[in-house]
Nanobody, 118 residues
Framework: VQLQASGGGSVQSGGFLRLSCLAS???????MAWYRQAPGKQRELVAS???????YYADSVKGRFTITRDDAKNTVYLQMNSLKPEDTAVYYC??????????????WGQGTLVTVSS
């Protein structure tokens, strides 16, 4: 399975963007997520959604970002509203699942850059 992320760009503070991540195949019982990495900082989990639609949001994005998934399209989305300059980062999508050996498999897409200017 490969992941292809898209939707990054440059916006002004208060603006919005929608990121998309298409998986090349379907994976049952998985967790799809968006991470981000700002310059000089560690990669952090932004939001995740499981096949059972359990959600996680980082405190910094709660109320502004929404993660959704369309399993028919093997796609996960991240709607980002009220963007702030501190949201500037490279955003990565990921998917993980428990494989046939009962181990977690975690794959990443390429990053997409989001730049928010003040």
């Amino acid at each position: 399975v490969q992941l292809q992320a898209s939707g990054g760009g440059s916006v002004q503070s208060g603006g919005f963007l929608r990121l998309s991540c298409l998986a090349s195949g379907s994976i049952p019982h998985n967790i799809m997520a968006w991470y981000r990495q700002a310059p000089g900082k560690q990669r952090e989990l932004v939001a995740s959604i499981s096949s059972a639609t359990n959600f996680y949001y980082a405190d910094s994005v709660k109320g502004r970002f929404t993660i959704t998934r369309d399993d028919a399209k093997n796609t996960v989305y991240l709607q980002m509203n009220s963007l702030k300059p501190e949201d500037t980062a490279v955003y990565y999508c990921s998917v993980k699942w428990i494989d046939s050996t009962a181990e977690w498999t975690h794959i990443w897409g390429q990053g997409t850059l989001v730049t928010v200017s003040s």
